[in-house]
């Protein structure tokens, strides 16, 4: 059952944390400040922002550290409600495991990788879905910006914590009101399909 105090408080955390992430690689990172540089001056050429860069960038900043956080806890969400049949971030019970060894295959295949990568693979399965794909779709800042390793990382262990007391995952995202549809959609060889319930 979701715990919304806890889950706002990690998600508020996280999008601070994020920020602060972001503003460190813009400063040391090339291609990042590239990317910020060439959207500031897209917003000031139509007319969206009179800001300085520095100023303008804590607004982009946040907007992609909330985009990252929100993109993870729908995919959890979509995990801990038999919206999909294996879980590729973490999950309940033995769901968490199945979850962690996609992660481990994914890193072993691609070993210049980190979590960065991986929630992007993540993010990239679930755009290429019909039911999904808005939500992750070219509009979504998860796609201009992303965390460092570092950044990435503490984001997967906040959604992936385990409770030391009663050895059950932190965030359990399961909605006693929610039913599983009829058809669902089963992660298979780095592909997502549809699959009659029950298989």
Known sequence: MINAGRLLADAKSL????????RLSAGHDGDVAGVVDAEHARATATGRTALAKAEWAEGLFAQVAVAWVLGAVFVRFCEDNALVAEPLLAGTGPRRAIALDHRSAYLAANPAHDDRHWLREVFGRYAALPATGEVFGPHNPVWLLAPSADGARRLMQVFQAVDPDTAEIVHDFTDERHEAPDNRMEVRDLH????????
């Open 15 to 22: 999008v601070r944390a994020l920020v602060d992430d972001l």
């Open 192 to 199: 997502l399909r549809p699959v009659a319930a029950g298989r």
